[in-house]
């Protein structure tokens, strides 16, 4: 089967740190830029952070930019986001998406998916 799985949501308080992963099954994810994306209660989807294929490219959106790290390791199939200094406003589904390239990536629109993950929830409350 096809898929993408992310993992590592949780609870936490905030000020604290998570590490999301997005894992793939079924197919190789080095030939693809990842995006991470979140989707907040009553909100609209937001681009969060993209990584081109090799990893050599990586963006973030302002929201994020400064707390958190984006990286690969094609060996093991996985892109991570690592996330500091989280804040309440950090709280929503995180989903993984890959896409054909980094330039539609970086575009923050969600285009050029070949595959989403079924995200993973990230609640940063005390």
């Known amino acids: 089967q096809l898929q993408l799985v992310e993992s590592g949501g949780g609870l936490v308080q905030p000020g604290g740190s998570l590490r999301l992963s997005c894992a793939a099954s079924?197919?190789?994810?080095?030939?693809?830029?990842i995006g991470w994306f979140r989707q907040a209660p009553g909100k609209e989807r937001e681009g969060v952070s993209c990584?081109?294929?090799?990893?050599?490219?990586?963006d973030y959106k302002d929201s994020v930019k400064g707390r958190s790290t984006i990286s690969r390791d094609n060996a093991k199939n996985t892109v991570y986001l690592q996330m500091n200094t989280l804040k309440p406003e950090d709280t929503a589904v995180y989903y993984c998406?890959?896409?054909?390239?980094?330039?539609?990536?970086?575009?923050?629109?969600?285009?050029?998916?070949?595959?989403w993950g079924k995200g993973t929830l990230v609640t940063v409350s005390s």
């Open positions: 998406a890959a896409i054909r390239s980094y330039t539609l990536c970086v575009a923050w629109e969600g285009l050029g998916v070949d595959y």
């Open positions: 990584i081109s294929s090799s990893g050599a490219r990586k």
């Open positions: 079924g197919f190789t994810l080095d030939i693809y830029a």
